[in-house]
């Protein structure tokens, strides 16, 4: 009798919790309560070199609580840092095997004093004045999503039950290789693509359905991006708010856009096969997923990134408040002749992005703008 009962509280209580969850999704229509929001862009600089370094495949960059600005050059292999005004001021790294050096960085974090760079099976820490400190072996390939602080990300876990369609989102300490479980969310998808012996797996986020994830004083924003849903928890995974849009339309991606993004990808240094590239744009889907960048600004503002993959001259983005709703809605225009070859970088009153003109000379542009701050 005493079992029976406790397992009838038991569920009780989950209903209960489950209810608590349905109540606190704030469920928007697709029409911001004080409508368009304008930055009001004003150039600062452009740039198209950092010192010897011609820029020309920018992977990601950041800009430190310094003002000073750090740039992965794909091509390059290299770090680039920039002062506040551009000038450039130094450059580290080097693509290897050895120590300090990173067989395939793509992205990096800036958080404390480190710059921080997943590679394959390893991330690496070097000083901000590109020092190297040390490597940690993450034991297989992790692709860490965002920091937590110097030593702990957000990654996602893949289910290798190929049954179960569930991806795990997670905290990973370096230090100490615990892994925390956050939430569990349906898997993401990649598309794929054979000739001969090669095989090619990819997944970008804007027309493959992945997690986007932030941080923001300990706490995690995250959604899988085929729905205009994201969840707010604590470090434990306690959901403490959940909000979506109804009614959005996602973007469609015309052909052209399909196969020009394929024969841009290298593959050991030359040009994917014919029969792969049509293998993949066959299988891509026909819209975009519907965003592929979170942002939290000073105030708490949630910033959301939407996809056009066809509109490289305009960046959509809808903002909300702390609790959910949906404020407003922006169109950042760029300047004539500009397009967009990386995505937004928001620091403050600061935006900087990697442009291309009209004639495919790629710069790099900062902003002053002005952001909401009385919502």
Not at 134 to 151: C, H, I, Q, T, W
Not at 226 to 232: A, G, L, P, T, V
Not at 275 to 282: A, F, N, R, S, T
Request: hydrophobic residues 35%.
């Amino acid at each position: 009798m005493t079992k029976r009962v406790s397992f009838i509280l038991t569920v009780i209580i989950g209903l209960l919790f489950n209810v608590t969850i349905l109540k606190a999704e704030v469920k928007n229509q697709d029409k911001p309560l004080k409508g368009n929001w304008d930055f009001k862009l004003q150039k600062l600089w452009e740039i198209d070199n950092a010192g010897d370094y011609v820029l020309t495949q920018i992977a990601d960059l950041q800009e430190d609580d310094d003002s000073r600005i750090y740039i992965f050059e794909w091509k390059h292999n290299k770090f680039l840092v920039l002062d506040q005004k551009g000038k450039f001021q130094y450059a580290f790294g080097n693509q290897g095997e050895g120590p300090g050096e990173y067989k395939m960085a793509y992205s990096f974090f800036l958080e404390g004093p480190y710059v921080i760079v997943p590679d394959q099976q390893k991330v690496h820490y070097f000083k901000k004045d590109g020092t190297y400190v040390k490597s940690y072996n993450l034991g297989g390939m992790a692709f860490l999503r965002a920091p937590v602080d110097e030593f702990r990300f957000l990654k996602v876990q893949e289910n290798e039950d190929e049954k179960v369609n569930l991806d795990k989102l997670e905290i990973i300490d370096v230090n100490t290789m615990k892994h925390t479980p956050i939430a569990e969310i349906s898997s993401e998808k990649e598309l794929t693509a054979s000739s001969g012996g090669l095989i090619m797996k990819f997944k970008d986020g804007f027309s493959t359905p992945v997690v986007i994830v932030a941080e923001k004083d300990n706490e995690i924003y995250f959604g899988k991006n085929d729905r205009y849903f994201i969840k707010k928890v604590d470090m434990n995974g306690k959901e403490l708010l959940s909000f979506s849009i109804s009614g959005r339309e996602q973007k469609k991606i015309p052909m052209d856009v399909k196969r020009q993004r394929f024969e841009n990808v290298r593959v050991n240094n030359g040009r994917m096969p014919k029969e792969m590239i049509d293998q993949l744009v066959k299988s891509m889907p026909d819209y975009c997923t519907y965003y592929s960048q979170i942002d939290i600004d000073k105030n708490g503002l949630i910033y959301i990134h939407m996809n056009d993959v066809a509109n490289k001259t305009v960046q959509e983005i809808d903002i909300f408040s702390p609790d959910g709703k949906y404020l407003y809605h922006s169109a950042i225009q760029l300047p004539e002749g500009f397009k967009r070859v990386t995505q937004l970088f928001f620091k403050g009153n600061n935006l900087i992005v990697f442009v291309e003109d009209e004639e495919g000379e790629q710069k790099l542009v900062k902003f002053q703008i002005e952001t909401p701050a009385n919502y």
